[in-house]
């Protein structure tokens, strides 16, 4: 099982960026997807998540009113759209599948699969 962000880099403050996640070796329709972030020095982030059909997303207070979260379950991917970049949002995002049903408190042992993380940068 593997998932990988990516789509990350270099942006300035004010900018969009969208980040994908792929999914091999599950089928993620059958998954929950969260995305987290961590800062340097600083506690993993909830960011939000998605349900496995897609119909509803839980967001966490890290962008909140900033991101969307979307899926496509034939592609096996999920997107976190970012906008209205702040410095403060330089992170490594991390995006994470659940085969459970809490996985909307944003609780990082809900989540059972991890990928590497595609890592954010926002200058001023």
């Known amino acids: 099982v593997q998932l990988q962000a990516f789509g990350g880099g270099l942006v300035q403050a004010g900018d969009s960026l969208r980040l994908s996640c792929t999914a091999s070796?599950?089928?993620?329709?059958?998954?929950?997807i969260g995305w987290f972030r961590q800062a340097p020095g600083k506690e993993r982030e909830f960011v939000g998540a998605?349900?496995?059909?897609?119909?509803?997303?839980f967001y966490g207070d890290a962008l909140k009113g900033r991101c969307s979260i979307s899926r496509d379950n034939a592609e096996n991917t999920v997107y976190l759209q970012m906008n209205n970049l702040e410095p403060e949002d330089t992170a490594v995002y991390y995006c994470a599948a659940a085969s459970g049903y809490k996985y909307y408190n944003g609780r990082a042992h809900e989540y059972d699969y991890w990928g590497q993380g595609t890592e954010v940068t926002v200058s001023s």
């Open positions: 070796g599950i089928s993620s329709n059958n998954y929950a």
């Open positions: 998605i349900t496995r059909s897609g119909n509803n997303q």
